[in-house]
């Protein structure tokens, strides 16, 4: 257990469906993260939101909507993905200050299998 | 790109052999992680080595790091099953004020008991 818990672990969702993912973090960190691992490719980041403003976007598709409500918790937001959207999503946490540089240890939850048919 | 890049991408052991896998980077680093994931799980933190640190050890690991190489080695000694696993390394570009970690695509561990 690492303090960070992702649900659902697994979804299939069809093209036309809206669905979120839900990431929950018991560590007190002020800053979180969302990634896409997909077979054969590095780890992508996706989204940081350090105290709880988005610091980062990828150059994410629209069609994924992060929304991080407090420090504790972070969502992905899906709709109309396409079939190459299949991925496992990780969600991450860690302790940062505002500026200069932090240890940037993350603390990963277990992720959600997620499926476009 | 700045990633982290392992090598080997695959690696194959028996159990009470040393491993050993590589990483390199292509720019300034203010520090670089290497962690481990098992089959379809989240990733857990291993070890940290900054920048000024030439060496680091924890439990059976050890890592060392060559800046001027702009290149890490991650060794586990006395392998066990259990440690049977992708490994990563991961890199915080130098001047990141944020925490972003770059990853490399990792070395795929096998252990044989």
């Known amino acids: 257990e690492t303090g960070v818990t992702q649900t659902p672990r697994h979804l299939v969702m069809g093209m036309t469906n809206k669905k979120s993912l839900k990431c929950e973090q018991h560590?007190?960190?002020?800053?979180m993260y969302w990634y896409k691992q997909s077979a054969k490719k590095p780890l992508e980041l996706m989204f940081v939101y350090n105290f709880k403003e988005q610091t980062e976007n990828n150059s994410v598709p629209s069609r994924f909507s992060p929304e991080c409500p407090n420090s504790s918790h972070l969502f992905l937001h899906l709709h109309t993905l396409q079939p190459e959207d299949s991925a496992l999503y990780l969600c991450?946490?860690?302790?940062?200050?505002?500026?200069?540089?932090?240890?940037?240890?993350?603390?990963f939850g277990a992720g959600t299998r997620l499926s476009v048919l | 790109s700045q990633q982290g890049e392992e090598d080997p991408q695959a690696l194959s052991i028996q159990e009470g052999e040393n491993a050993t896998m590589n990483c390199s980077y292509k720019?300034?680093?203010?520090?670089l992680q290497w962690y481990r994931q098992n089959s379809g799980r989240g990733l857990v933190h291993l070890i940290l080595i900054r920048s000024n640190e030439r060496e680091k050890h924890s439990g059976r690991l050890r890592v060392t790091l060559d800046t001027s190489k702009k290149s890490s080695s991650l060794l586990i000694t006395a392998s066990r099953a259990a440690d049977t696993a992708s490994y990563f390394c991961?890199?915080?570009?130098?001047?990141?004020?944020?925490?972003?970690?770059?990853f490399g695509q990792g070395t795929i561990l096998t252990v044989h008991p």
């Open positions: 560590l007190g960190h002020n800053a």
């Open positions: 991450a946490s860690s302790q940062e200050g505002r500026r200069g540089l932090a240890k940037n240890i993350q603390y």
């Open positions: 720019t300034s680093i203010n520090n």
């Open positions: 991961a890199i915080v570009a130098g001047g990141t004020s944020y925490g972003k970690l770059t």
